[in-house]
């Protein structure tokens, strides 16, 4: 760093301006103070003693020198603090921007990790199996540790798809735009107690299909290890179309341990029609909505009290009408209204 470029004030400005060094200026401002001291030296000691004025004049333009290179230190000096102070006051911002960052993103992991344990804590307590949860978290995690960029998202679909699930069934409801098969046989695996079910022309196809197969498996399973009551209805229009072929999947159903039966909807009331639902440990029912050709297109889970219990006692009128010796003259009026509170 150069003399003329620490230089201050004025004077330091107009000797940049005229591009004069620096030290130019200190050996004439030297050369001067010396001079006036040898001049002020001969007018002052009258015997012309020369040694004095040599050493006056030396002195005094040495300490002149001396005064020039302690002011210019100072003001380096200076500009070094001034330099540090900054310097200083950076890092302290800086430390405290730090510090803050630091701070935030301790918080946010202690928030994370307090509500993960609380997450994991309800989780513990629930009803549920919590094995099964952190099973399915630690699988997350390891797709997106190890998976493709594809099978990561299809991840993401799935989790978001049953997280969604979940919340619906919070709700008391829960839809699906297509006839879900894995509901139907899942719903199965789990029934308890009673399985109690109507069987429309819409969903006849339904029992020639791989997954009437495994949902057929899945009630025989309940039959015979849990004790579940299976009930199954079958309804049609007109008596014309109870066909051999319905019979026998009548009877085909019963070798499951079924207790399969035909209804003729029109011997129960002409105007009525009753969609298809199941209804399992009559807590919860599963109904499918047909669409312009007779064909299910949409799966609805129900389970609020009020409408389960419509479709249990719908159910049971249903049934007890289609007895063998029963009469039903009695009860058409109650059927009739049945129906017509499901023929929506």
Same mark, same amino acid.
């Given at each position: 760093?150069?003399?003329?470029?620490?230089?201050?004030?004025?004077?330091?400005?107009?000797?940049?301006?005229?591009?004069?060094? @620096?030290?130019?200026?200190?050996?004439?401002?030297?050369?001067?103070?010396?001079?006036?001291?040898?001049?002020?030296?001969?007018?002052? #000691?009258?015997?012309?003693? %020369?040694?004095?004025?040599?050493?006056?004049?030396?002195?005094?333009?040495?300490?002149?020198?001396?005064?020039?290179?302690?002011?210019?230190?100072?003001?380096?000096?200076?500009?070094? *603090?001034?330099?540090?102070?900054?310097?200083?006051?950076?890092?302290?911002?800086?430390?405290? #921007?730090?510090?803050?960052?630091?701070? /935030?993103?301790?918080?946010?992991?202690?928030? @994370?990790?307090?509500? +993960?344990?609380?997450?994991?804590?309800?989780?513990?307590?629930?009803?549920?199996?919590?094995?099964?949860?952190?099973?399915?978290?630690?699988?997350?995690?390891?797709?997106?540790? *190890?998976?493709?960029?594809?099978?990561?998202?299809?991840?993401?679909?799935?989790?978001?798809?049953?997280?969604?699930?979940?919340?619906?069934?919070?709700?008391?409801? +829960?839809?699906?735009?297509? *006839?879900?098969?894995?509901?139907?046989? %899942?719903?199965?695996?789990?029934?308890?107690? /009673?399985?109690? +079910?109507?069987?429309?022309?819409?969903?006849? %196809?339904?029992?020639?299909?791989?997954?009437?197969?495994?949902?057929?498996?899945?009630?025989?399973?309940?039959?015979?290890?849990?004790?579940?009551?299976?009930?199954?209805?079958?309804?049609?229009? *007109?008596?014309?179309?109870?066909?051999? +072929?319905?019979?026998?999947?009548?009877?085909?159903?019963?070798?499951?341990?079924?207790?399969?039966?035909?209804?003729?909807?029109?011997?129960?009331?002409?105007?009525?029609?009753?969609?298809?639902?199941?209804?399992?440990?009559?807590?919860?029912?599963?109904?499918?909505?047909?669409?312009?050709?007779?064909?299910? %297109?949409?799966?609805?889970?129900?389970?609020?009290?009020?409408?389960?219990?419509?479709?249990?006692?719908?159910?049971?009128?249903?049934?007890?009408?289609?007895?063998?010796?029963?009469?039903?003259?009695?009860?058409?009026?109650?059927?009739?209204?049945?129906?017509?509170?499901?023929?929506?």
């Amino acid at each position: 760093m150069s003399g003329a470029s620490l230089g201050s004030g004025d004077n330091g400005a107009r000797v940049q301006r005229q591009g004069i060094p @620096k030290l130019f200026w200190k050996i004439l401002i030297t050369a001067s103070a010396a001079g006036g001291a040898f001049l002020l030296t001969i007018l002052l #000691n009258g015997d012309n003693n %020369d040694i004095w004025q040599w050493v006056a004049s030396i002195v005094l333009g040495s300490a002149t020198l001396i005064v020039q290179y302690l002011v210019d230190f100072g003001e380096r000096l200076e500009v070094v *603090e001034e330099s540090q102070r900054r310097h200083i006051d950076d890092m302290k911002q800086s430390l405290a #921007n730090h510090h803050a960052e630091m701070r /935030t993103a301790v918080d946010q992991s202690f928030a @994370k990790i307090n509500e +993960a344990t609380e997450l994991f804590s309800k989780v513990d307590g629930s009803v549920l199996r919590s094995e099964e949860v952190t099973r399915l978290v630690k699988a997350y995690t390891q797709v997106g540790d *190890e998976a493709p960029g594809i099978v990561k998202s299809f991840a993401e679909e799935e989790l978001k798809r049953l997280a969604e699930l979940m919340e619906d069934l919070i709700s008391g409801r +829960a839809d699906s735009s297509f *006839e879900n098969h894995e509901w139907l046989i %899942d719903l199965a695996l789990c029934v308890k107690k /009673t399985l109690y +079910a109507t069987s429309t022309t819409v969903d006849r %196809d339904f029992w020639s299909s791989e997954p009437a197969k495994r949902y057929l498996s899945a009630q025989e399973k309940a039959i015979k290890t849990r004790g579940v009551e299976v009930r199954r209805l079958f309804l049609v229009d *007109e008596p014309e179309e109870v066909t051999e +072929a319905l019979e026998q999947l009548c009877a085909r159903q019963r070798r499951y341990g079924i207790d399969a039966r035909i209804g003729v909807q029109s011997q129960l009331d002409p105007g009525g029609t009753v969609m298809d639902f199941i209804i399992f440990d009559g807590e919860l029912s599963y109904e499918t909505r047909p669409d312009n050709h007779v064909r299910p %297109d949409m799966t609805m889970l129900r389970m609020k009290h009020e409408h389960v219990e419509d479709r249990v006692n719908l159910f049971n009128e249903l049934w007890a009408a289609t007895e063998p010796d029963h009469e039903p003259e009695p009860e058409l009026g109650s059927v009739r209204r049945r129906l017509r509170r499901v023929a929506e």
